[in-house]
């Protein structure tokens, strides 16, 4: 049984590939928000990813063997920006490439909500307030100089892919970070509210 157990885990987290998400229903978080400190994002920049992300959303898509219709647009939401700056300048700061945090002290949310260990997507997103979800998700890269190459990097992924089409997510936050040696960061952050 045990054993069985343990084989069913590790088939669902190989078929959840890197676009880590996690569909659950929150009717209460317990979570009491610390946000991590984020600098104001200019409107234009706001739009110019919510645009990238929209224009893919706008077309059927094949995502490895799924076929998704056109998707309605997503609504820019501040909250999930903050939680995808908070990773991105984490993953810049200490030179790693995960949806965990990286366990130091840039690792904002581990923190803050003294958890102990590396924090998760889930974590930084309801640590920056996006409480009341019924579903989230997590994109990250690294490398990309744009949004048009980033959005290219993802959308020929296929669980990053789905992440984007996902015709279920109504709220998009999304941020970028250089790093000291000039490899950026990106995270982008995608929920269903409630």
Known sequence: ?????????????????????????????????????????????????????????????????????????????????????????????????????????SDWTAKAQNLGRCSSFSNRIENNGYLRHRGISENIAYGAASVEQVMKQWIHSEGHCRNIMNPDYSDFGMAQVRSENGTYYWTQNFGIHQ
């Open 1 to 105: 049984m045990i054993l069985r157990l343990y084989s069913i885990l590790a088939m669902l987290f190989i078929v959840g590939g890197c676009g880590a998400h996690k569909r659950v229903i929150y009717p209460v978080s317990k979570v009491h928000p610390v946000p991590h400190w984020t600098p104001a994002l200019d409107n234009a920049v706001k739009k110019h990813y919510l645009h990238a992300v929209n224009r893919m959303r706008a077309e059927p898509r094949q995502c490895g063997n799924k076929i998704y219709r056109a998707a309605k647009p997503l609504r820019w939401n501040d909250r999930l920006y903050h939680a995808a700056y908070e990773h991105s300048k984490d993953m810049a700061r200490c030179s790693y490439f995960s949806h965990s945090g990286s366990g130091t002290k």
